[in-house]
């Protein structure tokens, strides 16, 4: 069996993927965190940094899946599989976030409200 490597162009691709979607989450997570300490403000900059993250990494599969469009090899891969996987579960896991940030804001407001009648 012949060892095949992989090629230059898609380990690129992959990585970004996987290194932007991972940043992602790490920021996901302060989020989160901030919320759970009633930090809003803090859990909005967080998500608006893991916004531009995933973003990134999204971007970066969009330009793959429109080369391979145009024509252009695109190579299969388990890594390239693992970084589109490891994008989609980070996104879904941002869109949680940015849910409960609107719950629990929305409800530090109506506290606040029952507080000063």
Do not use: P
Not at 58 to 83: C, N, P, S, W
Not at 99 to 114: G, H, P, T, V
């Amino acid at each position: 069996m012949e060892n095949q490597m992989i090629d230059e162009k898609t380990l690129t691709a992959a990585m970004s993927i996987i290194i932007s979607a991972g940043d992602a989450r790490l920021l996901c997570r302060d989020a989160l965190n901030a919320i759970a300490e009633q930090n809003f403000a803090l859990a909005n900059e967080k998500m608006k940094e893991a916004n531009k993250k995933i973003t990134e990494a999204h971007r970066v599969q969009t330009d793959a899946i429109q080369g391979e469009t145009r024509g252009e090899k695109q190579e299969y891969t388990l890594l390239f599989a693992h970084a589109q996987d490891t994008l989609m579960t980070i996104y879904s896991e941002i869109n949680i976030a940015k849910q409960m940030l609107k719950i629990f804001e929305s409800w530090e407001k109506r506290f606040e409200a029952l507080e000063n009648r």
